[in-house]
């Protein structure tokens, strides 16, 4: 519609890799006003085909490839009935043959702690995984073999975090060494929680001072009222750590 052309529009000209659209589904779909299909049903499957339809043409019209807008539809599932939501609507989106990708990330104590017959690993493109989990758990290896290669579907391993203050976090265990893991895994993007979270109340004019933070801090840059963006520590380590992920690259492919 014409929120998604706008919201496409703002971005165009950085050239992104990819679009992401963070949509925190529900248990059922609108047919209009007065009527919703409930997810599982056959009139459900067909209303999302249509919705994806509707999204591959604002592709179409804005010069976006299907393969770089990214569909985020359960935040951090960790039961039971968000593992059936999230089933639900990537397997009827999954059935439309559509490029566009499911991206989502798996913040369980035991990452393979997925409820069986809701088993959403076997519709996503984009897999997250918490960098702090891997660090505890020793888990690398497994992951690679088993959710890489048994799960044909997954087409790259990311790494995600979201944790604050981020003030009080170590700028460069937290955020530059990453970037080393990350070519060390062959984990291929790298996501953190959140840029434009800043303790503030929303309704309130952004600011510099993080004493008067209102809740915790995620965003690793500082910006003011007029959504100036001021560098920090955390910000340089971000850079440093891409910068050395690249390097590392190119070293890789010159030998």
């Known amino acids: 519609d014409g929120g998604f052309i706008t919201w496409t529009d703002r971005w165009k000209e950085s050239d992104p890799q ?3 659209l963070a949509l ?3 248990d059922t779909i609108e047919h ?4 919703y299909y409930d997810m599982g049903t056959s009139e459900f499957d067909a209303e999302v085909a249509k919705w994806i339809d509707g999204l591959e043409n604002a592709l179409l019209t804005q010069g976006i490839s299907q393969s770089q807008l990214l569909l985020h539809l359960v935040g951090e ?3 039971e009935s968000e593992d059936e939501r999230f089933f639900n609507w990537a397997k009827a989106i999954q059935a439309t043959n559509t490029d566009i990708k499911i991206i989502s990330e798996n913040t369980r104590s035991d990452p393979y702690d997925i409820t069986p017959e809701f088993n959403w690993y076997n519709y996503i493109d984009i897999f997250m995984t918490e960098f702090k989990d ?3 758990w020793n888990l690398l290896d497994e992951y690679q073999e088993d959710i890489l290669v048994n799960y044909p579907e997954i087409e790259q391993m990311w790494f995600y975090e979201a944790h604050g203050s ?3 976090i170590d700028p460069f265990t937290y955020y530059l060494a990453r ?3 990350e070519y060390a895994y062959g984990a291929t993007g790298s996501v953190f929680w959140a840029f434009g979270t800043n303790g503030h109340d929303y309704d309130d004019e952004p600011q510099l001072n993080d004493y008067s933070a209102l809740g915790g801090i995620y965003t690793p840059v500082y910006f003011d009222k007029n959504n100036n963006i001021y560098t920090s520590k955390h910000w340089e380590a971000i850079r440093e750590g891409r910068q050395d992920y690249e390097i590392l690259t190119y070293l890789n492919l010159a030998e």
């Open 18 to 20: 990819y679009y992401a």
């Open 77 to 79: 599932p960790n039961d």
């Open 179 to 181: 970037g080393w893991f």
């Open 32 to 35: 209009d006003d007065d009527e």
């Open 166 to 168: 981020t003030r009080v």
């Open 24 to 26: 925190n589904v529900e």
């Open 134 to 136: 891997i660090e505890v």
